[in-house]
């Protein structure tokens, strides 16, 4: 079992004449804890949440997580003085037969699923992980000196007589910058806060904690979008990367489209057997109220699904006598019109065919051929391939044929 706590029990300080915790602000219509428990919620390695809270905004709490349907939260626990005394009671919250723990600031709303399940991975193999990301700014140290009052430069622009001067500049490649989650395995971290208790040791965060009792702690490369929002300004930048994910969610829902399409006919006597635009001798064809081709009408109606237009039947009913005895190409011409009225091409396409008989190998190319060029693509983005059910169900007693397709189209700006 894997609990996430997450912490949520500051007052925010930091974020200027705000009155209401930094946690409960808002980001593009949503509180930022309830960014953060959507992230939890919907990873599949989190098992359990754990909140941790001021007693006063429970009540603010219970209302984020129902609005943002979080199921996984088996605990809204009491914070105390310091973060780590909050950290404290939510690890004496968490069920005992928990085998790790992820301890993550509430206001880190931009972690990614793929940083969580590393943490996991890592603390199930070490014991401890902390994830941080290289820094990317010269640091120095810096002490304080004590300035001679008769240097009289030195006087008229440092009105005290201590000022903070540089000792040394550490080396950046060694320096990460630390963020959450911090993940442990639990009774392990459950044992250093109990010791760290009873000396009266507190860390700057979970990590340094493990370090003092000398444990290792496995370092996962996060990301610098993981921002802790403490500033007005780190607000606004919270912002402008939701907009970000949200334009870069669109984009990639609108350039790619994915749909499916499946057609079924009965064979008969005294039909022509068409698929793929082709007429295949046989003793059978398949029974419509256009040319019953089973293949065409699987590529429109994927087509159809990815523009999120229905089906063919929809746009081309079997109760219009117009369609009938009609080509299936001609119909797929049709839909491909309106798919580049869309402003969208045919990325590719991948059709079968379910016939016992009769054998449809020889054919293959040639359907590629009319199809693609239907569709205006080349025949190397169309893939037909035929099948038998092994004598199974009605295709294998040959009372019909049936066909599927998947078609990717493309947006072209």
């Known amino acids: 079992m894997v609990t996430a706590i997450l912490v949520a029990a500051g007052k925010g300080a930091r974020m200027g004449e705000q009155t209401i915790p930094k946690q409960f602000l808002c980001v593009e219509g949503r509180p930022i804890l309830g960014h953060t428990l959507r992230k939890f919620e919907t990873c599949n390695a989190i098992d359990q949440i754990v909140l941790v809270i001021r007693r006063r905004d429970r009540s603010t709490c219970e209302r984020i997580i129902s609005e943002c349907g979080a199921k996984k939260v088996t605990g809204i626990v009491e914070g105390g003085k310091e973060r780590q005394d909050s950290v404290f009671q939510g690890l004496l919250h968490v069920q005992p037969q928990t085998d790790v723990v992820l301890i993550h600031d509430a206001v880190r709303m931009f972690v990614t699923e793929q940083i969580i399940v590393e943490s996991i991975r890592a603390a199930r193999q070490y ?104 500033t007005p300004d780190d607000l606004l930048i919270a912002q402008a990367f939701l907009q970000d994910e949200r334009r870069i969610e669109y984009s990639i829902s609108i350039m790619f489209r994915v749909g499916i399409g499946y057609d079924v006919h009965r064979l008969v006597e005294h039909r022509k057997l068409i698929l793929g635009g082709v007429e295949i001798p046989f003793e059978k064809g398949l029974l419509g109220h256009s040319d019953a081709d089973v293949l065409t009408h699987a590529i429109c109606d994927a087509i159809l699904g990815a523009l999120g237009l229905g089906d063919i039947g929809r746009h081309f009913p079997d109760s219009d006598p117009a369609y009938k005895g009609i080509s299936s190409l001609t119909l797929l011409s049709d839909i491909v019109e309106r798919m580049h009225q869309k402003r969208y091409k045919i990325g590719n396409v991948d059709a079968i065919i379910i016939a016992q008989k009769p054998r449809l190998s020889n054919y293959i190319e040639e359907m590629r051929a009319n199809l693609s060029s239907v569709m205006r693509t080349s025949a190397g983005v169309v893939n037909v391939k035929a099948t038998t059910t092994e004598g199974l169900g009605f295709t294998g007693t040959c009372e019909g044929i049936a066909a599927q397709a998947i078609v990717n189209i493309v947006y072209c700006s």
């Open 127 to 230: 014991g401890a992980s902390v994830v941080a990301v290289p820094v990317k700014d010269t640091i120095k140290q810096v002490g304080i000196r004590t300035v001679e009052r008769s240097d009289q430069h030195i006087r008229e622009t440092l009105p005290d007589n201590e000022a903070l001067f540089v000792v040394k500049t550490l080396d950046r490649k060694t320096l990460w910058q630390v963020q959450t989650p911090q993940t442990f395995q639990y009774q392990r971290i459950l044992e250093i806060y109990q010791k760290a208790q009873e000396l009266g040791i507190y860390g700057t965060d979970d990590a340094m904690l493990a370090e003092y009792f000398g444990y290792m702690v496995k370092i996962v490369r996060g990301t610098y979008r993981n921002i802790k929002i403490t």
